[in-house]
């Protein structure tokens, strides 16, 4: 779903009436802003869905348990984290390249992976997050949904 779409048009103002007839129903509220950015992550390809969701997952676990072995759970993190930002973003470049510096042809190298919707910025959100805690900048939260609507909240795209 594009931005700029007939679908977002009728998409936004449905998700923000909902969300306030929900008033003061702060883990409703939140249940419904996950569905509702789920669904729009998942508008192209639904299957980009297990990324968003592995990744908060992810992220979400390791400031529960970063008191007990932080440096343990941080890197964790943020190198499984990485990991998969810079494989769906930077794989497919830096095997062509590699291939061209070694004169082969590169093409059986390829993934040729379609770039999910908002990784880079769900990456980040869910790492900065994950950083907060480790810093003791904020404290873990223990609600699951909550911290599922920080990382996939839409309308930050």
């Known amino acids: 779903m594009l931005f700029n779409s007939a679908e977002f048009l009728i998409f936004l103002?449905?998700?923000f009436a909902v969300y306030?007839?929900?008033?003061?129903?702060?883990?409703?509220?939140?249940?419904?802003?996950?569905?509702?950015?789920?669904?729009?992550?998942?508008?192209w390809d639904w299957?980009?869905?297990?990324l968003i969701a592995f990744t908060s997952g992810l992220s979400w676990l390791s400031g529960i348990r970063?008191?007990?072995?932080?440096k343990l759970w941080l890197?964790?993190?943020?190198?499984?984290?990485?990991?998969?930002l810079g494989i769906f973003k930077y794989y497919d470049f830096f095997a062509t390249e590699f291939a061209s510096m070694l004169g082969i042809q590169g093409d059986k190298l390829l993934l040729k992976l379609v770039l999910p919707v908002g990784i880079s910025f769900y990456t980040f959100q869910?790492?900065?997050?994950?950083?907060?805690?480790?810093?003791?900048?904020?404290?873990?939260?223990?609600?699951?949904?909550?911290?599922?609507a920080?990382?996939?909240?839409f309308p930050q795209l």
């Open 126 to 148: 869910a790492l900065s997050y994950t950083i907060d805690v480790y810093k003791r900048k904020i404290e873990p939260t223990r609600d699951v949904v909550a911290y599922f």
């Open 66 to 70: 970063i008191n007990r072995r932080p």
């Open 75 to 84: 890197w964790l993190s943020v190198v499984v984290n990485l990991a998969i």
């Open 13 to 15: 103002p449905l998700v």
């Open 150 to 153: 920080y990382v996939s909240f």
């Open 47 to 50: 299957r980009f869905l297990i």
């Open 20 to 43: 306030w007839l929900l008033n003061k129903q702060r883990r409703l509220q939140n249940l419904w802003v996950v569905a509702a950015s789920y669904l729009f992550y998942g508008w």
